[in-house]
């Protein structure tokens, strides 16, 4: 039986910058296992990215007001230190933002965020060249402000992967990426999620989540749906595309 990952329950988010608090999620309860790939659809605004951030205490405390649980693998991370958290998340869990750029410290080579932080294993070239890069004697002795956003993005992709997480969550991961290496990552995502029992969290569009989602929900006005097997959701009756 699947271990369950990540257990949401009756999440909500407000944002309270200006007084008056203005409500994103209500009462959002879900399960994620490992093994699956799991796509949040939704249209620009509706809280996406809000709810990856929620989930992993990103949001700033100051500037929103998070309620409900949020476990993963049984922990209760709101009730965790500071410090706690940090090497929680440093073990098992890496997040892909969309804007990969802004991830990186622009004074740092590239070849930092492979020895300090992941070390350079025999895997590292060979994921390099996966993703298109460069190799990484040529790689290393670039800051991140050499790069193009789509680089920059392949290449958070590829440290999130050689990190061996169980759980990696990917905000709009195709947003600077061609199709052709859209394809390698959905190809990617799948191998992770089933060859480690690992489970990955997903926000995209529809065309990425109808190659690699195994259960996919809709996030709008603040609410996600129930999570549906992939085919049964492109297939059924009323069908609504979201962007």
Same mark, same amino acid.
């Given at each position: 039986?699947n271990k369950n990952k990540i257990m949401l329950k009756e999440l909500?988010?407000?944002?309270?910058?200006?007084?008056?608090?203005?409500?994103?999620?209500?009462?959002?309860?879900?399960?994620?296992?490992?093994?699956?790939?799991?796509?949040?659809?939704?249209?620009?605004? %509706?809280?996406?990215?809000?709810?990856?951030?929620?989930?992993?205490?990103?949001?700033?405390?100051?500037?929103?007001?998070?309620?409900?649980?949020?476990?993963?693998?049984?922990?209760?991370?709101?009730?965790?230190?500071?410090?706690?958290?940090?090497?929680?998340?440093?073990?098992?869990?890496?997040?892909?933002?969309?804007?990969?750029?802004?991830?990186?410290?622009?004074?740092?080579?590239?070849?930092?965020?492979?020895?300090?932080?992941?070390?350079?294993?025999?895997?590292?070239?060979?994921?390099?060249?996966?993703?298109?890069?460069?190799?990484?004697?040529?790689?290393?002795?670039?800051?991140?402000?050499?790069?193009?956003?789509?680089?920059?993005?392949?290449?958070?992709?590829?440290?999130?992967?050689?990190?061996?997480?169980?759980?990696?969550?990917?905000?709009?991961?195709?947003?600077?990426?061609?199709?052709?290496? %859209?394809?390698?990552?959905?190809?990617?995502?799948?191998?992770?999620a089933k060859e480690d029992k690992n489970a990955v969290i997903v926000?995209?569009?529809?065309?990425?989540?109808?190659?690699?989602?195994?259960?996919?929900?809709?996030?709008?006005?603040?609410?996600?749906?129930?999570?549906?097997?992939?085919?049964?959701?492109?297939?059924?009756?009323?069908?609504?595309?979201?962007?």
């Amino acid at each position: 039986m699947n271990k369950n990952k990540i257990m949401l329950k009756e999440l909500s988010v407000a944002n309270i910058q200006k007084g008056q608090p203005y409500i994103i999620l209500k009462n959002i309860s879900c399960i994620f296992n490992s093994g699956k790939v799991y796509t949040i659809l939704g249209k620009n605004g %509706s809280g996406k990215s809000t709810l990856l951030k929620s989930v992993l205490k990103l949001l700033l405390p100051e500037d929103f007001k998070v309620e409900g649980e949020i476990e993963i693998n049984g922990k209760n991370i709101y009730s965790m230190s500071e410090t706690d958290l940090k090497n929680f998340r440093k073990g098992i869990i890496k997040y892909v933002p969309q804007d990969a750029q802004t991830a990186f410290d622009p004074l740092k080579k590239t070849k930092y965020y492979f020895e300090k932080i992941y070390k350079i294993n025999s895997g590292t070239e060979e994921m390099l060249d996966y993703f298109l890069l460069p190799p990484k004697d040529v790689l290393f002795r670039l800051h991140p402000h050499q790069l193009s956003g789509g680089m920059c993005q392949r290449l958070l992709i590829s440290l999130s992967f050689l990190s061996n997480p169980e759980i990696i969550f990917f905000d709009e991961p195709t947003s600077a990426l061609d199709t052709p290496v %859209s394809n390698l990552l959905c190809r990617k995502i799948k191998e992770f999620a089933k060859e480690d029992k690992n489970a990955v969290i997903v926000t995209q569009d529809e065309t990425f989540a109808k190659n690699v989602s195994d259960e996919i929900a809709v996030l709008s006005a603040g609410k996600i749906s129930e999570f549906q097997v992939a085919d049964k959701y492109f297939n059924r009756e009323n069908y609504e595309e979201y962007s």
